[in-house]
């Protein structure tokens, strides 16, 4: 099961002050859980930010504490692969993942984050590849290079190429904030994973939930939105979880080889809903 972006500071902190951090992902609890894997983006590192961010353009950094909201809710994964992963600059983010790894939370798009270079990494039959697209407003992010589509491309290909019976699952941060339509660069990015065998690709980072389909077979989610976020925008509150049964040995793009099944939630109380034009849904 995927989530879309989280943060776990500034008005989330405050609430958890009010109710506790396990309340902050209370209603999503049960299906995290009950999935065999469940990976969402936290988009603030677990440490204090550095100087620099303003209102137009804020650093977004969480509250250690905030890793209790995580380990109760059953998330096994988070991608750190994201436009705010070096907010608290690169020592943040390595206490982030030990932080993480002492509450047996596994990290993904570490070294994307601090390189821009993109790995797969291996989490029981599956590959992940995770990879931010979204230029960072501050150093030192913003010092980092984005990767190409040709390089997303390869990554996956070399995945594919080393353990073949292992399928690819593709992350990407990505998207122009509150756009609910993808542009030809966002397309052109999931266009290159699917070209390079991935078995399944999905996006967040635009903090709106987008369409999801299938290209060449491969089921392509265009964005989650927001799992749990202080947005009050309307457009930032509808956010999706998705669950993917993905099939070890399984060809990429094999018509009913990935199940997938969306479900809705409102990302300021963290309550499902219906998924708007019905739901749950698949493509």
Request: hydrophobic share 45%; charged share 20%.
């Given at each position: 099961m995927i989530g879309g972006d989280l943060l776990?500071?500034?008005?989330?902190?405050?609430?958890?002050?009010?109710?506790?951090?396990?309340?902050?992902?209370?209603?999503?609890?049960?299906?995290?859980?009950?999935?065999?894997?469940?990976?969402?983006?936290?988009?603030?590192?677990?440490?204090?930010?550095?100087?620099?961010?303003?209102?137009?353009?804020?650093?977004?950094?969480?509250?250690?504490?905030?890793?209790?909201?995580?380990?109760?809710?059953?998330?096994?994964?988070?991608?750190?692969?994201?436009?705010?992963?070096?907010?608290?600059?690169p020592d943040g983010l390595r206490?982030?993942?030990?932080?993480?790894?002492?509450?047996?939370?596994?990290?993904?798009?570490?070294?994307?984050?601090?390189?821009?270079?993109?790995?797969?990494?291996?989490?029981?039959?599956?590959?992940?590849v995770a990879a931010n697209l979204t230029p960072p407003s501050h150093p030192p992010g913003s010092k980092v290079p984005l990767p190409s589509p040709a390089a997303l491309s390869r990554a996956v290909a070399r995945a594919r190429r080393l353990a073949p019976s292992r399928p690819v699952l593709v992350i990407l941060h990505v998207g122009r904030e509150l756009d609910p339509l993808p542009n030809p660069r966002d397309r052109a990015y999931a266009e290159a994973a699917v070209g390079g065998g991935a078995a399944a690709v999905v996006m967040h980072g635009a903090h709106v939930r987008r369409a999801h389909g299938r290209d060449r077979g491969v089921p392509v989610h265009?964005?989650?939105?927001?799992?749990?976020?202080?947005?009050?925008d309307p457009r930032a509150r509808v956010g999706a979880l998705l669950t993917l049964g993905l099939r070890p040995g399984k060809a990429p793009g094999s018509q009913g080889s990935v199940e997938v099944e969306e479900f809705c939630i409102d990302s300021l109380s963290g309550v499902e809903i219906p998924c708007p034009g019905g739901g749950p849904s698949r493509p």
């Open positions: 776990l500071g500034r008005g989330v902190a405050a609430d958890a002050a009010r109710r506790g951090w396990p309340a902050q992902l209370l209603a999503q609890g049960p299906r995290l859980r009950a999935a065999d894997l469940s990976i969402v983006n936290l988009e603030s590192p677990l440490a204090p930010c550095l100087p620099g961010g303003t209102v137009a353009r804020p650093r977004l950094c969480g509250d250690p504490a905030g890793v209790e909201a995580l380990a109760k809710a059953g998330v096994g994964a988070v991608t750190l692969a994201n436009n705010h992963a070096l907010d608290a600059g206490k982030t993942v030990d932080l993480l790894a002492r509450r047996g939370i596994r990290s993904f798009g570490t070294r994307a984050a601090l390189t821009g270079l993109l790995e797969a990494e291996r989490v029981g039959p599956l590959q992940v265009l964005g989650l939105g927001n799992l749990r976020f202080d947005q009050r």
